[in-house]
């Protein structure tokens, strides 16, 4: 098991830029494949991004792609997520999300047990 915890989010004007970070408490942080996820009001928690144990492979939603970045630094036991142009559609509650297999399957992230507690963004128009 390990534990999450996201960065606070914050309030952003439309086409702004804003990073997140989720730091993750254990010494097995670098066998975990990390994703994002998000949850805008009244909608299902939908897959953001996600990265591989050694960074080495991303995959990403397509309404985000060429916008969010998602990357680690293991020695610090963190994932980030970079969003940049932010649209007010990405409004939502942002969790982190670990899975202890390591990696994705054909591109497909499928998520572990264990979540952050979740941080707010909200993108102004």
């Known amino acids: 098991q390990v534990q999450l915890v996201e960065s606070r989010g914050g309030l952003v004007q439309a086409g702004g830029s804003l990073r997140l970070s989720c730091a993750a408490s254990?010494?097995?942080?670098?066998?975990?494949?990390m994703g994002w996820f998000r949850q805008a009001p009244g909608k299902e928690r939908e897959f953001v991004a996600a990265i591989t144990r050694n960074g080495g492979i991303t995959s990403y939603v397509d309404s985000v792609k060429g916008r969010f970045t998602i990357s680690r630094d293991n020695a610090k036991n963190t994932v980030y997520l970079q969003m940049n142009s932010l649209k007010p559609e990405d409004t939502a509650v942002y969790y982190c999300?670990?899975?202890?297999?390591?990696?994705?399957?054909?591109?497909?992230?499928?998520?572990?047990?264990?979540w952050g507690q979740g941080t707010q963004v909200t993108v102004s128009s």
């Open positions: 999300n670990a899975d202890r297999r390591g990696t994705l399957y054909s591109g497909t992230y499928f998520p572990g047990p264990d």
């Open positions: 254990g010494r097995t942080f670098s066998s975990y494949s």
